[in-house]
Structures are given as C-alpha cells and as structure tokens.
C-alpha cells in the first residue's frame, strides 16, 4: 500500500515562484522514477518533468529553464520548483510514481490527486 500526497499548490502572480512538493509514503521498497504532470480545464494531461533514481531528468520543452525537479530518496519525496510562471502554466499538478513495494517484486503505478497552481493577477 502505497500513498502520493501532494502539496504547496497556491496563487502567485506572473513572474513569481512556487515550490510544489510530493511524498510518498508506504511499503517502499524502491521508489523508481518519479514525474509531474498538469492538466489545464479542457487539456489534456501533459508531463512536465520526470526525474530518474539517479538523478537523471527530462523536462517538457515549454517548462525547460523555469521548472526544476528534484528528489530527496530519503524522505521519498520528490519537488518541483516553478520560477518565471505565467498565467498558461495554471492548471492542477500531479505526482506520478512507479514504485516497488516491499511485499515483492512488482512494481506499480502511483498518482497523487494533485495540488492547484492558478498564476494570475
């Protein structure tokens, strides 16, 4: 059983900076790549970031420059740090697990709900 909470979503204007975070709580035995994705009203979901075990990250094109992901392996929890942001990058923000649970070898896949960022004046 494993759980993604999301958190630190808000209301910030243009050109400001927001940290959003995720942590994942449970039987972990391996916390695999870890990504985040938002969803704008009538749009579909899209991935922002990921970012591997070893540190290895990718990033979407529109987001690469202003966005960071990083993970912190011993709090299970991975962050993404927004600067720069702009009224388009509103949307609800979801944390995306593939994680290897203690009880085996299976791996599964873990969304949180997800946390609103809303960038207007």
């Known amino acids: 059983q494993v759980q993604l909470v999301e958190s630190g979503g808000g209301l910030v204007q243009p050109g400001g900076s927001l940290r959003v975070s995720c942590a994942a709580s449970?039987?972990?035995?391996?916390?695999?790549?870890m990504s985040w994705y938002r969803q704008a009203p009538g749009k579909q979901r899209e991935l922002v970031a990921s970012?591997?075990?070893?540190?290895?990250?990718k990033y979407a094109d529109s987001m690469a420059g202003r966005f960071t992901i990083s993970r912190d392996n011993a709090k299970n929890t991975v962050y993404l740090q927004m600067n720069s942001l702009e009224p388009g990058d509103t949307a609800v923000y979801y944390c995306h697990a593939r994680i290897r649970e203690t009880t085996g070898w299976r791996e599964y896949d873990y969304w949180g709900q997800g946390t609103q960022v809303t960038v207007s004046s």
């Open positions: 970012i591997t075990t070893g540190g290895n990250t």
């Open positions: 449970g039987s972990i035995a391996r916390l695999n790549t």
